[in-house]
């Protein structure tokens, strides 16, 4: 058990960059009952022999704001840029042409691959050396701006856990353009705003480095709350301090996902791509939802939390559920993150006036804020005062997500507040009657107890092993594809009732297994194919309906949902049997 509990806990590390970190720690109470299986043996040699290797890996590897600052103070005498992470050192190259700083990574099939926005990963073996090699473009409006190239040396890492190596530059790779996206069309949009004045443009300019500064510091405090576990576990002395410290690894990696999620959401609401689903929706469960999942939190700070359900007993009607959810529930986390001593009020009520709307209040006598500062908490990466960032913690974006989300609903969010004394956030939102009642939740119900015959089409051995137990655990029978290629062998051999494919593979990717699926007439032409990936952009999605899929699932994906999300799927595309 001891064995297990340290492979759970140290994948935690892992998982977090490569975006699988989820299934692990949803499985955990799962897998911790399983003490008598025969694979415990071979995962605490997994966790012994591999994953120390990668440690180096993970302590010197991630970018942080000097590379960042590298980056934005690089002489630039050129017109593309070559940011190169070799392990725990980085180089910036400017040149006119890509060509001009490659090197023996770089042929010219793989130069020509990056200019044209594809990115790529390999592992390159020579002589006694082994290096991974993660290539990722850097685009603005679909022209080539540069490349980011990590590298990292594998020549004393265990054969069997290369491949996870090569998972994790890829991962590094990804996580560094993300801040570099990010960073780079916040200073563009202050620039291009304020270039008249040089005041202004001082002032953009320390925003700029504040954001910067900020956003290190937020990923990198989850980050080593997770470290920090990890190092702790082998020292712990009981069972109960063992709980403790995956509890904190757990509340670490959840609060990076959810930085990750902020900023992913910032640039699909500013770049106006975000597109609503809008569905059925019963809100007396949403009530009841809200006061079981923020009572605990609420009670911890000696809170009186206070749900006020002013909903008729039929309160259904049509509107994004997720969408709504991410709005309240940042409110609400709000109001109790920023008091100290009251109560905190949540009122739900539904407006027949003239447009049926849906309308929250949630009211707190926290620490409020001043007329001159009600303004700036819904703009982008600011917050009233930098001494909350560092008290509180965040990056200055949830709120103006929030605002932007509401008004692309069709309602608003507004603030009204005093200093010392609370604030009170007003969402309201249209909320039109349904025709009829859908019925997928009781589908699903009914079909709870089906065996379904899955092909999965996974590269990334680990993530083939949460996915094949989290699925056999609800009685389905797993075939795992190794890429692409196979999974097209694979499903020419027989009939599957559903493929769960993974986007980015060697070789083939799942887009182009898809497509070849489709147009081969074999036994899985009409089989329900559903993509799992990390990209949650939606033209990416878009894509995947494209290319034959019926949807998508993005990582990472609780068990819970994963199961859920299999039925639903098999309900809406597949074939009773």
Sequence with gaps: MGNRLL????????????????????????????????????????????????????????????????????KNVGNVVWFKIYDHDRTVVWAKDFKEIGNENTT??????????????????????????AFLPIMAQNNFQGAIEVSLNLSHIAESSQRLAVSIA???????????????????????????????????????????????????????????ALGLLNEAKNQE???????TAIHSTEHLLDIINDIIDFTQVSAHRMSLHIKEVNLNEISTELETMFRPAAEEKDLHLIVENQLPVNAIGRTDLTRLRQIIFNLIANAIKFTQDGEVLIRI??????????????????????KENQDVVFTKFKQVDNSLSRQYGGIGLGLSICKELAHLMGGDLTLESQLEKGSHFNLTLPFPESAEEE?????????????????????????????????????????????????????????????????????????????????????????????????TMEEQKESYLKAGMQGCLNKPIKPVELRQAVLKFYHEFGELK
């Design 439 to 535: 019925n997928d939740n009781q589908h699903v119900t009914d079909l709870a107890d089906t065996s379904l015959e899955i092909l999965l089409a996974e590269d990334n051995p680990v993530n083939q092993k949460i996915l094949t137990t989290v699925l056999e655990k609800a009685n389905h029978r797993v075939t795992v594809a190794n890429d692409g290629q196979e999974a097209i062998e694979k499903a020419n051999e027989k009939r599957y009732d559903l493929i769960l494919m993974d986007i980015q593979m060697p070789g083939l990717n799942g887009e182009e297994a898809t497509r070849l699926i489709r147009e081969n007439y074999g036994h899985n032409q009409t089989s329900p194919i559903i993509a799992i990936s990390a990209n």
């Design 7 to 74: 492979v759970i806990i140290l994948l935690i590390g892992i998982f977090a960059i490569s975006g699988t970190w989820m299934l692990v720690l949803n499985i955990a109470d799962d897998m911790l009952e399983e003490q008598a299986r025969s694979e415990s043996l071979a995962w605490a040699q997994f966790v012994r022999r591999d994953l120390r290797d990668l440690d180096h890996i993970l302590r010197g590897a991630p970018p942080t704001i000097q590379d960042i600052q590298t980056l934005s103070t690089a």
């Design 349 to 370: 009520k539904i407006d027949n006036r003239a447009e049926r709307r849906l309308t929250f209040d949630i009211i707190d006598t926290g620490i409020g804020m001043s």
């Design 170 to 228: 890829s991962g590094l790779a990804v996580l560094f353009v993300l801040l570099l996206i990010i960073t780079g069309f916040f200073a563009r949009r202050e620039i291009q705003h304020e270039r008249a004045l040089k005041e202004d443009a001082q002032q953009a300019a320390k925003a700029h480095n504040d954001f910067i500064a900020m956003i290190s510091h937020e990923l990198r405090t989850p980050l080593n709350g997770v470290l920090g």
């Design 108 to 133: 010219d099939y793989f130069i020509n691959r990056v200019v044209k926005g594809e990115k790529f990963v390999l592992l390159n073996k020579e002589k006694k050396k082994v290096f991974a090699h």
């Design 241 to 247: 301090e063992t709980a403790h410290l995956i509890q």
